[in-house]
């Protein structure tokens, strides 16, 4: 409002001054002056308005998740193929699949005898066993006691041994509440491996996955407390385990407060390398394969549990794999948290409303081009930042950009076309409507000097008696009575679609069949004469009141070739028609008794019936060498003017 009251105070000190030297062009120039700068601050408050609605769109969609969803899916196909590049291949799968079922049977009936022989077989060498062998599998029950103690024994001797401790599925329950029960363990059923089995080996919560809302799984827990004791995740005691074995320090990831922690995916379902048990075990698969890696042992039958992952949504994922994601991510350092909605909120209101302000004085095209580079960096940003473990989403501000290019390129054609409607309202006042729709033909008001030839009709319009009644009114009334009269003529040659070339005075010059072509222009042209005659009376009526006196109409028609289009200068110029077609006309007006109109021998031949007329004799007309004919119309057949009546 300052600034407002600024800009008006150096006006009016201006303004003043020049009232003072008596410089009234100029006081016009100071007028405009104000004008535009109030137009400028208009303009400018409407952009910071529109600013401000961006902003407030922004953090509302940011804020309350609306496209969560959506977001993700496009994240995850970013995220998953860029992670999908740097898998490594440290990490082997033993499956306990169909085959190994067949053979042993259910795991659930097995004797932890063959468990203990697997991972002797794995061990057999110090110097080429793993470094970490991960057993995804619920060994909490004894089964039977010479297999359990032999189990014990086994792992007794190895270090390199991990056993998941599920959470029994039937207690899950919600994202929120599932988070919150594996960190603090409250009221759930942790399957630990019996007791005998747990003082020897590491242990860590297994299927510590957390689904999101759309029923995938990009989120864990890392670790819990049970019973006063803080306990890992699976895939982080895994980590731990093979860090120290190489004797590399660890670095946990950041998680939130319900110690959760996100990640990408490396690889697909089967991606891994996948060894089956029954294979190991009966030595078709040398174990040398698994030297210096990790293993991890799960389910790949029917009954194992199976998990929707992002970077797959077709194909269902099993746990192990799920877990060896985990793991990969954890040490290749690709876990983290999602930005804060709060924070990402504020961001993206001040992004799109300086992004909105910076595009709002840019054209179409540089819009367009500056939405995409800045897309694109902001791609590159999302991906960047992934890296260092913040999760930023990807979707929310393309839309917004998108948004604000198409909002500005609304309001762009929407000013483009009040400032093209102005214009044409502002030219029609001068110009026949017609001829500015020939002008804007393209979208573009454009006036170049051109002609062609065309045969139109002509008409000719005067008041007779227009001299005497000029001399016994004032110049005010006179301008009253002739722009009445001469707003009679533009109607009836409107009505007809005819193009009122111009005013002459007290006379009025009509085209039919320029620059729109018509059918049937002649009887057009002679309708819009018949019209104009008939309503005299309104004009007489006036007249009578005003002065006593009455007028009349004196109309002349003819029809044929003429030049028309764009005559003139480049500085001024007329749409007008000129020839000989035009002269004629003109002239039989000049030569037509008040009340009357005088037509052309051409056009009396082309209308035929469709007009009663009586031979008016033959005129020397100026500028003509032969006598010309003319006839008096004296009527329309109904039939020929009904075409007209809409």
């Known amino acids: 409002m300052k600034q407002k009251g600024k800009i008006f105070k150096e006006a009016d000190g201006k303004y003043n001054e020049l009232l003072e030297k008596g410089e009234g062009f100029i006081q016009k120039k100071v007028e405009k002056y104000r004008k535009k700068r109030w137009q400028r601050l208009v303009s400018a408050r409407s952009m910071y308005i529109g600013a401000l609605l961006f902003a407030l769109l922004a953090a509302g969609i940011t804020y309350s998740g609306v496209l ?70 619920d060994c909490s029950k004894e089964r039977d006691s010479v297999g359990a103690e032999r189990l014990v024994k086994t792992c007794s001797k190895y270090d390199n041994i991990c056993i998941g401790a599920p959470v029994a599925p039937e207690r899950k329950r919600s994202v929120k509440e599932e988070a919150a029960s594996l960190h603090e363990m409250q009221e759930i059923d942790v399957k630990m491996p019996f007791d005998a089995l747990k003082d020897e080996v590491v242990t860590g919560i297994s299927n510590n996955t957390i689904v999101s809302k759309d029923g995938y799984v990009r989120s864990a827990v890392a670790g819990t407390t049970l019973d006063g004791v803080k306990m890992d995740s699976f895939a982080v005691a895994i980590y731990k385990m093979y860090r120290s074995s190489k004797g590399l320090e660890y670095t946990l990831p950041k998680v939130d407060s319900e110690q959760t922690f996100s990640f990408t995916y490396t690889k697909q379902s089967e991606d891994y390398s996948i060894y089956s048990f029954y294979d190991v075990i009966s030595g078709k698969v040398s174990t040398d394969v698994f030297t210096d890696g990790i293993v991890l042992l799960g389910d790949y039958t029917d009954a194992g549990i199976k998990l929707k992952v992002p970077n797959q949504r077709n194909v269902q994922m099993q746990e192990v794999e799920v877990q060896a ?116 033909r393209g979208g573009m008001i454009e006036a170049r000097i051109g002609v062609e030839r065309k045969d139109i009709a002509v008409m000719f319009v005067d008041i007779r008696g227009y001299t005497s009644l000029s001399e016994s009114l004032l110049p005010e009334q006179i301008v009253e009575i002739l722009n009445y009269y001469l707003d009679l003529a533009a109607k009836a040659v409107l009505k007809y679609q005819g193009t009122l070339d111009k005013f002459i005075g007290d006379a009025a010059m009509a085209v039919f069949n320029s620059p729109r072509d018509l059918k049937d222009y002649e009887l057009r042209a002679v ?120």
């Open 68 to 137: 969560e969803e959506t977001d993700l899916r496009i994240s995850d196909a970013i995220h998953q193929r860029i992670n999908r590049k740097r898998s490594i291949s440290t990490i082997k799968i033993i499956a306990i699949d169909d085959k190994t079922v067949d053979y042993f049977g259910e795991y659930e009936d097995w004797s932890g005898s063959w468990m203990a022989a697997f991972l002797e077989k794995l061990n057999h060498s110090a110097e080429k066993a793993p470094q970490v062998i991960g057993i995804d599998l």
């Open 325 to 440: 994601n985990i793991l990969e991510a954890l040490m290749q350092q690709r876990t983290g948290q999602p930005a804060p909605k709060a924070f990402m909120a504020v961001f993206y209101a001040i992004f799109i409303s300086l992004f909105f302000i910076a595009t709002s004085y840019s054209s179409g095209p540089l819009t367009v081009i500056i939405a995409l580079l800045i897309n694109a960096v902001q791609l590159a940003i999302c991906v960047y930042i992934n890296r260092f473990g913040y999760y930023v989403t990807v979707l929310i501000p393309m839309i917004l950009i998108v948004a604000v290019v198409l909002c500005n390129l609304f309001l762009r054609y929407i000013i483009v076309l009040q400032n093209k409607w102005a214009v044409e309202r502002v030219f029609t006042k001068y110009v026949d409507k017609s001829v500015v729709e020939e002008l804007s």
């Open 527 to 646: 309708c819009a004469a018949w019209e104009l005659l008939s309503s005299a009376e309104e004009l007489n009526h006036i007249c009578r009141e005003r002065c006593g006196k009455e007028v009349a109409f004196g109309i002349g028609i003819h029809c044929g070739e003429a030049v028309i289009g764009n005559i003139g200068s480049e500085m001024r110029m007329d749409y007008t028609a000129i020839g000989d077609t035009v002269n004629t006309a003109s002239r039989l007006e000049g030569v037509a008794p008040p009340g009357q109109i005088l037509i052309s021998k051409e056009m009396k031949d082309r209308l035929g019936d469709k007009i009663t007329s009586l031979f008016a004799g033959e005129f020397e007309l100026k500028g003509k060498q032969n006598k010309v004919l003319a006839y008096t119309v004296l009527g329309i057949q109904e039939e020929a003017m009904e075409q007209f009546r809409g």
